[in-house]
């Protein structure tokens, strides 16, 4: 894949996670549960390397944060900047760095997800002054792992599917999408948005066949799985 790509599919990411949390209503308890913004960070790790997708990773909360205020920026957004990016590098070096069989997606996806939240939780503890009564273990384990369960299952689930059909789709398009596209689209989305948010959208996808193949993914998995993970892992915690 050659870097005018990488680029543009950068572009694509960061924009999808600018947009992707607005589907939990930016209510944070939701959004902790499902990590929206993980899932195209990830991806970009995957799919353009570890080095946008530490670019990537950094950017999408902190710009997140500007321009829609959420996460709060201190220390949500910049505990968060040094998660996606860790995700991003850690699966970007291990896919490339691990044989092309299917198994090892799944296992650098593991792997990177477990530093990702090491990183998280170093940095929280940094935050809260190296404070274990105001940030410890428990409130580590809380926020990394018991409220994210349905994040986690949707990542092991939709993630690895998602590479192996981008790189497909990816692969058997050339190079129709060029650079001017990710930057029509990435100022498309983050200034558009504010005031029109339907009618965005409504263009991007019309204007952007790769995006719509992205949406309908997207969509798919919103209505058809996630329900259906969300309820087995709250039964499992006790929520139902």
Not at 3 to 30: C, D, E, H, Y
Not at 146 to 162: E, H, K, R, W
Request: proline share 5%; glycine share 8%; aromatic share 14%.
């Amino acid at each position: 894949m050659n870097n005018i790509r990488k680029l543009t599919l950068s572009a694509l990411f960061l924009a999808i996670g600018q947009i992707l949390p607005f589907i939990t209503g930016q209510i944070p308890q939701i959004g902790a549960m499902l990590t929206p913004m993980h899932f195209p960070v990830l991806l970009c790790g995957f799919l353009c390397g570890w080095q946008w997708g530490i670019a990537v990773g950094f950017a999408a909360p902190l710009l997140r944060s500007v321009l829609f205020g959420m996460p709060v920026m201190y220390p949500m957004a910049v505990c968060m900047a040094l998660e996606l990016a860790t995700y991003a590098a850690v699966a970007g070096m291990l896919y490339r760095v691990f044989p092309q069989k299917r198994r090892f997606l799944y296992v650098s996806l593991f792997i990177s997800m477990i530093f990702g939240r090491l990183v998280w939780g170093l940095a929280r503890f940094l935050c809260a002054g190296l404070d274990i009564s105001t940030f410890g273990l428990s409130a580590f384990w809380t926020g990394a792992v018991a409220m994210s369960v349905p994040g986690i299952l949707l990542q092991l689930l939709i993630v690895p599917v998602l590479v192996i059909v981008s790189e497909k789709y990816i692969s058997g398009n050339g190079d129709a999408v060029c650079i001017h596209h990710a930057g029509y689209l990435f100022i498309l989305t983050t200034s558009s948005f504010v005031v029109h948010p339907l009618k965005c959208m409504r263009e991007t996808v019309n204007r952007f066949p790769h995006v719509r193949f992205w949406a309908q993914v997207i969509l798919r998995v919103l209505f058809f799985k996630a329900p259906f993970f969300l309820f087995t892992a709250c039964s499992l915690q006790g929520g139902f």
